[in-house]
C-alpha cells in the first residue's frame, strides 16, 4: 500500500508544484499550493507524523492559504506581464543555477542514505499528538513560550502595518 | 580607592552629572567640578616627586577575569606632569568656551569633562587593554568637539581625524593582542619585565613588527611628518577650547606612549629604527617651521608650528640619552602650555573679528595692548627665548640630539631659525603696524575672564623657564629608569647574541 | 677657583635693572613719567654703584670671583648652575655696559620725553640691561647665551619700538631672524663643547681646553671655534651677517647708542675673548677671525663714505670699528680688541647720542643734505660731537688712537699686509665722520627746521661721554686686563703709528676739502665712478642678493613646494587618495546592491551553491 | 502478487529536494510579490518533509517538533509578510518585484 500512496501523492505533490511555479496568476499559484500541502499531508501520516499531519492541514493548507487567498483578493492581484525589467543574474543564470542545485542536492542525498532504509507505515509512533504535546510541554516548554510571545509581536506588526495604511 | 583613582574617575562622574542637570546653569557647574579635579590633582604631586622613579598611588585589581585585564594604574614622574596638565587645562578650557559656545552649551562641557576622564586615564594606565581603552575613550568627545562645535569643515576634519587615529589605534590593539598570546597578560610593567628578562622571547622581526605598530599609533597622534595631516585641518575646524585640548594634551598622548611604551618594551627595535625615525622628525620639524610660515590662516600656522615643535620630541627620544630625553618630555609640557595658549590667544581675536586670516588683522597692539603683551610672551616662548619654558626643553633636546648624533642637532636647530621666523612675522601681521577700521571696530582689549583663563599658562611659561629643576627632576628620575631599562634590554640581547 | 673673598651678592647686578622693568612694565602706565624715569634710571644707576662697589671691594681681582646661587637645569651628566663670576674682563664690561647705560638712560629721559609708550621704552631698556649684564656676568655658556638671546630680544622690541610703522618693525624681524642665524652657530658650538668638555662651565672647559694641544688642521675645537665666531658675526655684526645692524637704526637713537653700538654688538668681542682659551689652539679659526674682521671693516667703510642718512654713517662706521675688534681678536690680541670695545663705546655712544641731539634739534631730520651750519645753532652740541670725531679718526692722544694703534701693531705682527689694509680702512673712517661732521655742522645751513639745543638732561650725558672719549685712552685696559690675556711683547714701532696717524688726518684733510672747500667736487667724482659709486651707494646690493637667494626662494619654495606640493599635495594627497579608493571600492560594490529582490536572491543561491560545492567536493555531509 | 518494494527514505528527501528546488525556481522566475511568497512557504515545506523523514529514520519525536515551529513562525512570517505587501502596494500600486528597488543606494 505505501509504495502506491507515496508515489500518487509525491506525483501529486511535485505536478503542483511546477504547476505553482509556472502560473502566471497567483490564484493558480496559490491553489496548486494548497495542493502540494495537502499531499504532503498525507506524506506526514506515511511517515507516522499524525500530529504534524493534521496542523498541516489546519495551520498551512487553512489559515496561512486562506490568508493569501485574501489579500490576493482584497489586491485584485490579475496575471503578472510579461515583459518586465530583471536582475541579469536571475534571468541569465536562473535556470542553470536551478539545475545545478537539484544535482548537487540530489548528488548529496544519495550519498548520505543507502537505498534499502526504507521507510515502512507504523514502524514510528512518536508522532502522536500525546508524544508531541508531551514534548512540546516539557522538552520545549521554553521555545514554544517564546513562539507565543513571536506570534504575538507578529500580530500586533500586522496590526501596526493594517493601521498605517487606514490613515 | 586612592587620590589617583578619584582623579581619573571624577571627570566622568561629572559628566555623567552634567548631563543631569540644567542647561542653564551647565557652564558654573563645569567650572566648578573641573576646579575640583584640578585641586585634587595638584595632591599628586607630593607622593610622586617623593619617589619619582616607581608607581605612586599603584592600584592593581582585576577588572575582566577573561581574558586576564587587570584595572592597574599608577603614575611616576613621567606622567605626573601631563595629569597636571590635563586637569589644569580643562578649567581653563570651560572658561574660554564660556560665551564661544552658544548651541548645546550642556553637551559641550560634558564632552569636555570625557575628554579629561579619557585623557587622565591615558596618563595613568599601566594595564595595555586599559590604556587602550582609555585612548579610544578621548576620540569619541573629540569627534563630537570638532563635528558639532566646529567651523565650516567641520564634518571633513573630524571624521578625517577619526580615521586616521583609528588607523593607527587598531594596528595597537593588534600589537597588544599579540603580545597577551605571548606573555598571558595586558599589563604593562609585568610584560615589561617579561620582555626585559627574556621569558617573552621575541624575534628580531616580530620585535620590529611590534614596535612599528605601537609607534605608527603614537607617531599618528604626535603627529609624526608625514603622517600629520589631520592636525592643521583638526584645528582649523575645531572650536578654540577643542585646539587647546587637542594640541596641548592630545598630542601629548602620542609622545607619551612613545616613552612610556615602545622604548621599554621594544628598545632593540627601537635603536635600530632610531636613525629613521629621527629622519622624520627632522624632516618634520624643518618642514613644519617652512610651511607653517607661508600660511595665511593663523590656527594653520600654529597648528604646523605644532607639528615642527613635536618633531623636537620626537628627536630627543630617539636620542637615547638622558637630556634627549629629559628635554623630549619637557618639551612635551612646554608645548602644551605655549601653544595651549596661542590657540586660545588666536581664539580671542577670533571671538572678535571672526576671522581666522592673518590678513583680517593688523595694528591690534594699538587697540588691545594687553593682549598684545601676552601674545608676544607667548610668541617668545614658542619660539624658545631663555628664561621661558621652551628654551630648557628645546635645549635639552639638542644637546641630546648633539651628543646621539651631532648632524641631527645641526638640522634641528635651524628649525629653531624657521620657529622665530614664522612667528614673529605673523605677531607683526596681527599686531604691529596701522590699525585698519574694521580691527579699530571690532577687537577689544582683553577682558577678565579671559585673562584668567590665560594667565596660569603665561605663568607656567616663566616658571617652568627660570625654575626647571622643580619640574625637570621627577622627570628625570623617570627617564632615568626608562633609559636603564631599555639599556638593560639591548645589552642582554647583544649578550645572547654572542 | 673660588676666592677667597665672601660673596658680593652679584646677582643684584643684573636683578636692580629687571626690577626697574617689572616696575615699569606692571605698573609703568599708573606711575607717571617721573616714576618711570626715577626707576628707570635708578635702578640702572643703582646697578652701577654696586659693580663699582664689588669690583672695590674685590680689587685686584686676579682671579674670577664667583658666586653660585643654585641649579638652574640639571639632567644625567649636565648641570646648568645659576652662578656669576666676575673677573677683570667681566670688571671692564660691566662698568662701560652699566656706565655707559645709566648716562645713555639719563639721555633718554629727556630725547623720549615726547613720545608715546614713554614706560614701555624704559621697560624694554631696562629689560636690555638685566640682559646685557647676565650676559657678561654668566660663569657658563648656557647662562651667557641667556643673556646673548635676551639682548637681542630687547634689540628686536627696541628697534620695532615705533610699531606703526612698517620699516621698523621689519627691521626688527631682521634684526631678530639674523640673530637667530647667528644663534644657530652659537647653540652648536655649545652643544659641542659639552660633548667634547662634559661641561659648560667656563672654569672647567677651559681648564680642559688648556691642557690641550693646538690643532694642526680642522678638528672639533675649530669646528667649535668658528661655530662660536658665527654666532659672533650674528650678534655683532660681521661679513656675512652683519646685514641688520643698518637697518636697526629705525630704533630710536639712544637705543641706537645703547645697544647698537656701546654694549650688545660687542657682546660677540666679549664671548670670543672669553673663548680665548678654545681660540689659541685653533689657529684656522683664529685667522678665520681676522679675515672676517678685516673684510667687515673695509667693507663698512667704504659704504659709510655714500650714506646720506646721519644714523646709517654711524652705524656702518660701527660695522666697521667692529671688524676692527674682530681683527684684533683675529691676531691674538684680545686685550687690544677689548681696548677698543671701551673706547669705541665711550666715542660711538657720544656719536649717536650726538646724531641724536642733532635729529632732536631738527624735529627728526635725519639726512645730512638737509643740515650744514649747525655749529653755531647747537654749540655743545657740536662741541661734545667734535670730540668724538677726533676720538674716532684716531688723532693723538684721544682715545681712538691708543686702541686703534693697539690693534694695527698687532695686525702688523700677525701679518704685515694686514696692518695696511687696517691703515687705509683708518683713513676712511677719519674720512666719512668728517665728511658727517662737515656736511651737518659747516656750511650753510639747508634744512627748514628752526634747531634748538637739547635740555641739560641730554647735553650733561653728552659732556661725560665727550671727557672719556678724549681721556679714554689711559685707561690702560691692556694692563688691567694682563691676568686674563697675557701681553705680548710686540715692539712699539712709532713708524708704524705715524703712517696710521697720518693716514686719519689725510682722511680728516681730504673731507675738508671735498665738503667745506669745494662741496661740487664729490658729485662729479661719484658720477665719474658711475657704477661702482651705485653698487657702494646701494650697499653693494646685499640686501637684495639675500632677499634674491635665500628669502624669496625660502618663502616661495614653502608655499609652492613644501606647502602646496609636498605637504597638501603628496602627503595629504596620499592620505585623501586613500579615501577616495576606498569610495571606489565601495562604488564599485555599490553596484550588487540593486535594490532588486530577485537579484539578491540569485546571490544566495549561488552562494549557497557554492557552499553545498564545497560540503561536496569535501566530502563531508554525511549523516 | 509480491507486495511492492517498501519506499526508501532517500525519494522523501529526494521528494523534498525538488519541491525546495521548484521553491528556489519560483522565487527567482516569479515577479509577483505574493508568488514569490508563497515559493518561500514551498520551500518551508520542503524542509519540513526533510525534518518529519529524518524523525522517522532517527525515530525520534524532535524533528517534528522542529516541523511545529517552523509552522508557528511560517504563520507569523504570513501575517508580517502579507501586512507589508499590502503596505507596498498601498504605497506603489503595484506588486511587480522588479518596480520595488528603492533599497539601494
Same mark, same amino acid.
Request: proline residues 4%.
Given at each position: ?42 506524506? @506526514? ?11 498541516q492541514?489546519?495551520?498551512y ?24 525589467r530583471?536582475? @541579469? ?50 522538552? @520545549? ?8 510571545v ?18 | ?7 581619573i574617575f ?56 577573561t581574558?586576564n585585564?587587570r ?13 597636571? #596638565? ?5 578649567p581653563?578650557?570651560?572658561?574660554i ?5 552658544s548651541?548645546?552649551v ?10 579629561? !576622564? ?11 587593554f ?9 576620540l ?8 558639532i ?16 587615529t ?19 597578560t ?12 627574556g ?11 611590534? !614596535? ?40 601629548k ?10 622604548l ?13 625615525i629621527?629622519?622624520?622628525? #627632522? ?10 610660515m ?6 594653520k ?47 580671542? #581675536? ?13 595694528g ?7 593682549l598684545?603683551?601676552? !601674545? ?21 633636546v ?10 641631527w642637532?645641526? !638640522? ?18 596681527t599686531?604691529?603696524?596701522k ?10 582689549d ?53 | ?10 646677582w ?5 635693572p ?30 652701577? +654703584? ?17 658666586? %653660585? ?8 651628566a ?24 645709566s648716562l ?7 630725547y ?8 614701555r ?7 636690555f ?39 621698523? %618693525? ?17 647653540s ?18 677651559f ?5 690641550l ?5 680642522f ?5 667649535i ?19 641688520w ?6 630704533g ?8 647698537h653700538? +656701546?654694549?650688545m ?6 664671548m670670543? +675673548? ?10 684656522i ?24 642718512d ?26 687690544a ?50 670730540c668724538?670725531w ?24 700677525h701679518h ?18 668728517s ?23 641730554? %647735553? ?21 686686563l ?43 667724482i ?8 651705485? +653698487? ?38 596620499a ?23 530577485r ?25 | ?11 522523501y ?10 521553491g528556489v ?7 509577483n ?21 529524518f ?21 507569523a512570517?504570513a ?19 522588479d ?7
Amino acid at each position: 500500500m505505501d509504495p502506491i500512496l507515496f508515489a500518487i501523492f509525491a506525483g501529486i505533490a511535485v505536478v503542483c508544484g511546477i504547476v505553482m511555479v509556472t502560473q502566471r496568476h497567483p490564484i493558480a499559484s496559490a491553489l496548486s499550493l494548497i495542493g502540494v500541502m495537502g499531499s504532503l499531508a498525507v506524506l @506526514y501520516l506515511l511517515l507516522g507524523a499524525e500530529f504534524i499531519a493534521a496542523a498541516q492541514v489546519i495551520v498551512y493548507a487553512g489559515a496561512i492559504m486562506v490568508l493569501f487567498l485574501f489579500v490576493i483578493m482584497l489586491l485584485n492581484a490579475g496575471a503578472e506581464p510579461k515583459p518586465l525589467r530583471s536582475s @541579469y543574474l536571475a534571468g541569465f543564470l536562473g535556470v542553470p543555477m536551478v539545475l545545478a542545485l537539484m544535482g548537487l542536492l540530489g548528488y548529496l542525498v544519495k550519498r548520505s542514505f543507502p537505498l534499502d532504509v526504507t521507510v515502512r507505515f507504523g514502524d514510528f509512533t512518536g508522532g502522536s499528538a500525546k508524544a508531541v504535546g508531551d514534548a512540546l510541554f516539557r522538552k @520545549y516548554l521554553l521555545p514554544f513560550e517564546v513562539t507565543s510571545v513571536l506570534v504575538l509581536i507578529a500580530i500586533l506588526g500586522a496590526v501596526v502595518l493594517a493601521r498605517k495604511e487606514m490613515d | 580607592m586612592n587620590l589617583l583613582d578619584l582623579v581619573i574617575f571624577l571627570p566622568a562622574v561629572a559628566f555623567l552629572l552634567l548631563l543631569l542637570i540644567p542647561a542653564a546653569s551647565s557652564r558654573q557647574a563645569a567650572l566648578a567640578l573641573s576646579i575640583v579635579i584640578f585641586l585634587a590633582s595638584l595632591g599628586l604631586i607630593g607622593p610622586v616627586t617623593a619617589n619619582p622613579a616607581a608607581y605612586s598611588f599603584e592600584n592593581n585589581i582585576p577588572w575582566i577575569e577573561t581574558p586576564n585585564i587587570r584595572y592597574h594604574t599608577g603614575i611616576d614622574g613621567l606622567s605626573l606632569w601631563l595629569i597636571i #596638565l590635563s586637569t589644569l587645562l580643562t578649567p581653563l578650557c570651560v572658561l574660554i568656551s564660556w560665551n564661544y559656545i552658544s548651541h548645546r552649551v550642556k553637551e559641550f562641557y560634558a564632552f569636555l569633562l570625557l575628554l579629561e !576622564f579619557g585623557v587622565v586615564g591615558v596618563f595613568a594606565a599601566l594595564d595595555l587593554f586599559l590604556f587602550y581603552v582609555f585612548w579610544e575613550v578621548t576620540l569619541v568627545p573629540m569627534y563630537f568637539l570638532i563635528g558639532i562645535w566646529g567651523h565650516d569643515r567641520r564634518i571633513y576634519a573630524t571624521v578625517k581625524f577619526f580615521l586616521y587615529t583609528m588607523a593607527g589605534s587598531v594596528l595597537m590593539l593588534a600589537a597588544i593582542l599579540y603580545l597577551y598570546t605571548q606573555g598571558g597578560t595586558f599589563d604593562y610593567t609585568v610584560l615589561t619585565k617579561l620582555l626585559q628578562e627574556g621569558r617573552i622571547n621575541l624575534s628580531h622581526n616580530a620585535e620590529i613588527y611590534l !614596535f612599528l605598530a605601537f609607534f605608527i599609533a603614537f607617531a599618528i597622534k604626535v603627529p609624526l611628518w608625514p603622517l600629520h595631516t589631520w592636525l592643521p585641518d583638526a584645528h582649523v575646524e575645531a572650536p578654540t577650547a577643542g585646539s587647546v585640548m587637542l594640541a596641548s594634551v592630545m598630542l601629548k598622548m602620542g609622545c607619551y606612549g612613545i616613552v612610556r611604551f615602545c622604548l621599554p618594551m621594544f628598545p632593540g627595535a627601537a635603536r635600530e629604527l632610531a636613525p629613521w625615525i629621527a629622519g622624520f622628525a #627632522l624632516v618634520g620639524i624643518s618642514v613644519g617651521a617652512l610651511v607653517a610660515m607661508v600660511q595665511p590662516n593663523m590656527k594653520k600656522l600654529v597648528a604646523y608650528s605644532s607639528v615642527s615643535h613635536l618633531g623636537f620630541v620626537v628627536l630627543g627620544t630617539f636620542a637615547f640619552n638622558q637630556q634627549g630625553l629629559d628635554g623630549a618630555v619637557y618639551q612635551m609640557l612646554n608645548h602644551g602650555v605655549s601653544t595651549g595658549a596661542l590657540f586660545m590667544l588666536v581664539g580671542f #581675536l577670533y571671538e572678535r573679528q571672526h576671522s581666522l586670516e592673518i590678513k583680517a588683522y593688523g595694528g591690534v597692539a594699538t587697540v588691545a595692548p594687553k593682549l598684545a603683551v601676552i !601674545f608676544m610672551i607667548t610668541t617668545l616662548a614658542s619660539i624658545g627665548l631663555p628664561l621661558l619654558n621652551n628654551f630648557v626643553g628645546e635645549f635639552l633636546v639638542l644637546q641630546g640630539a648633539a651628543i646621539a648624533n651631532f648632524r641631527w642637532a645641526v !638640522f634641528a636647530a635651524l628649525g629653531v631659525i624657521f620657529s622665530a621666523c614664522y612667528m614673529l612675522w605673523m605677531y607683526q601681521r596681527t599686531f604691529l603696524g596701522k590699525t585698519p577700521h574694521d580691527v579699530e571696530h571690532h577687537v577689544t582689549d582683553i577682558n577678565t575672564r579671559e585673562l584668567v583663563a590665560v594667565a596660569p599658562l603665561v605663568i607656567l611659561m616663566v616658571w617652568m623657564g627660570t625654575a626647571a629643576g622643580g619640574f625637570l627632576n621627577p622627570i628625570s628620575a623617570a627617564n632615568a629608569k626608562i633609559l636603564e631599562q631599555s639599556k638593560a634590554r639591548v645589552e642582554m640581547r647583544a649578550a645572547n647574541a654572542r | 677657583m673660588h676666592s677667597l673673598h665672601s660673596s658680593q651678592s652679584l646677582w643684584l647686578i643684573p636683578v636692580l635693572p629687571l626690577l626697574g622693568f617689572l616696575i615699569n612694565g606692571l605698573l609703568g602706565k599708573r606711575l607717571g613719567k617721573g616714576a618711570v624715569s626715577l626707576v628707570a634710571v635708578g635702578t640702572v644707576a643703582a646697578s652701577f +654703584a654696586w659693580v663699582l662697589k664689588c669690583i672695590s671691594a674685590l680689587m685686584p681681582l686676579e682671579h674670577s670671583h664667583i658666586e %653660585t646661587y643654585g641649579t638652574w637645569i640639571a639632567s644625567g651628566a649636565l648641570n646648568i648652575p645659576v652662578e656669576l663670576a666676575i673677573d677683570r674682563l667681566t670688571a671692564v664690561m660691566l662698568l662701560v655696559v652699566t656706565g655707559i647705560g645709566s648716562l645713555i638712560h639719563i639721555y633718554a629721559t629727556g630725547y623720549m620725553s615726547h613720545e608715546e609708550g614713554y614706560e614701555r621704552f624704559f621697560a624694554y631698556l631696562n629689560l636690555f640691561m638685566f640682559f646685557m649684564l647676565t650676559l657678561v656676568l654668566a660663569n657658563n655658556y648656557l647662562l651667557l647665551f641667556v643673556g646673548w638671546e635676551g639682548v637681542g630680544l630687547c634689540s628686536y622690541l627696541l628697534i620695532g619700538f615705533y610699531y606703526l610703522k612698517l620699516s621698523a %618693525t621689519n627691521a626688527g624681524n631682521k634684526a631678530f631672524i639674523v640673530n637667530r642665524i647667528g644663534d644657530f652657530g652659537f647653540s652648536l658650538a655649545m652643544f659641542l663643547i659639552f660633548v667634547h668638555f662634559g661641561s659648560l662651565s667656563f672654569p672647567a672647559v677651559f681648564e680642559k681646553a688648556k691642557a690641550l694641544s693646538p690643532e694642526s688642521g680642522f678638528g672639533w675645537l675649530t669646528a667649535i671655534c668658528l661655530l662660536l665666531l658665527v654666532g659672533a658675526t650674528g650678534k655683532s655684526a660681521q661679513v656675512p651677517l652683519y646685514v641688520w645692524l643698518p637697518d636697526a637704526m629705525e630704533g630710536p637713537t639712544p637705543v641706537s647708542a645703547l645697544i647698537h653700538a +656701546a654694549t650688545m654688538v660687542t657682546a660677540g668681542v666679549y664671548m670670543v +675673548a672669553r673663548s680665548a682659551a678654545l681660540f689659541v689652539n685653533a689657529p684656522i679659526a683664529m685667522e678665520v677671525v681676522a679675515y672676517v674682521g678685516l673684510i667687515t671693516a673695509v667693507l663698512a667703510a667704504t659704504i659709510g663714505i655714500t650714506q646720506f642718512d646721519i644714523k646709517k654713517v654711524f652705524a656702518y662706521s660701527t660695522v666697521s670699528q667692529l671688524g676692527y675688534m674682530f681683527l684684533a681678536l683675529g691676531c691674538g690680541a684680545f686685550s687690544a680688541g677689548i681696548f677698543h670695545v671701551v673706547t669705541h663705546a665711550f666715542f660711538k655712544a657720544l656719536l649717536f647720542l650726538g646724531a641724536g641731539s642733532v635729529i632732536h634739534a631738527l624735529e627728526g631730520e635725519q639726512d645730512i643734505r638737509h643740515m650744514g651750519g649747525l655749529r653755531s645753532k647747537i654749540p655743545v652740541t657740536f662741541l661734545t660731537l667734535a670730540c668724538a670725531w677726533v676720538a674716532i679718526a684716531g688723532v693723538p692722544p684721544f682715545s681712538g688712537f691708543h686702541s686703534k694703534d693697539e690693534i694695527l701693531l698687532a695686525a702688523h705682527h700677525h701679518h704685515p699686509w694686514m696692518y695696511w689694509v687696517g691703515v687705509i680702512t683708518a683713513g676712511m673712517t677719519a674720512f666719512y665722520v668728517s665728511r658727517c661732521m662737515f656736511m651737518t655742522f659747516f656750511g650753510e645751513y639747508r634744512g627748514h627746521h628752526h634747531p634748538h639745543e637739547s635740555p641739560w638732561v641730554m %647735553t650733561g650725558p653728552l659732556a661725560v661721554l665727550a671727557v672719556l672719549s678724549l681721556a679714554g685712552g689711559y685707561t690702560h685696559i691692556p694692563q688691567f686686563l694682563e691676568p686674563v690675556f697675557p701681553l705680548k711683547g710686540g715692539e712699539h714701532d712709532s713708524t708704524l703709528v705715524a703712517i696710521s696717524v697720518a693716514a686719519g688726518l689725510a682722511g680728516i684733510a681730504l673731507a675738508w676739502f671735498l665738503y667745506v672747500l669745494s662741496p661740487e667736487t664729490p658729485k662729479s667724482i661719484a658720477s665719474a665712478l658711475g657704477g661702482l659709486y651705485r +653698487a657702494v651707494y646701494n650697499k653693494y646690493y646685499v640686501d637684495e642678493v639675500y632677499y634674491g637667494t635665500i628669502v624669496h626662494p625660502l618663502v616661495d619654495g614653502s608655499k609652492s613646494i613644501l606647502w602646496k606640493g609636498l605637504d597638501a599635495g603628496i602627503v595629504d594627497g596620499a592620505v585623501n587618495g586613500a579615501g577616495t579608493l576606498a569610495r571606489m571600492i565601495g562604488g564599485i560594490t555599490r553596484r550588487f546592491q540593486t535594490g532588486n529582490i530577485r537579484s539578491y536572491a540569485a546571490w544566495v543561491v549561488l552562494g549557497s551553491l557554492l557552499v553545498l560545492a564545497a560540503m561536496t567536493a569535501m566530502g563531508g555531509s554525511s549523516l | 502478487m509480491p507486495p511492492p518494494p517498501p519506499v526508501p527514505l532517500v525519494a522523501y528527501l529526494t521528494l523534498s529536494a525538488i519541491l525546495f528546488v521548484l521553491g528556489v525556481a519560483g522565487f527567482l522566475i516569479r515577479k509577483n510579490l505574493i508568488t514569490m511568497f508563497m515559493s518561500i512557504e514551498l520551500m518551508l515545506n520542503a524542509v519540513n518533509l526533510s525534518f518529519v523523514s529524518f524523525s522517522y529514520h532517527l525515530k525520534q519525536t524532535d524533528g517534528h517538533l522542529f516541523t511545529f515551529f517552523v509552522m508557528v513562525v511560517a504563520a507569523a512570517e504570513a501575517a508580517v509578510g502579507l501586512a507589508i505587501i499590502l503596505t507596498v502596494f498601498k504605497n506603489r500600486a503595484t506588486l511587480m518585484v522588479d518596480e520595488v528597488d528603492s533599497l539601494k543606494l
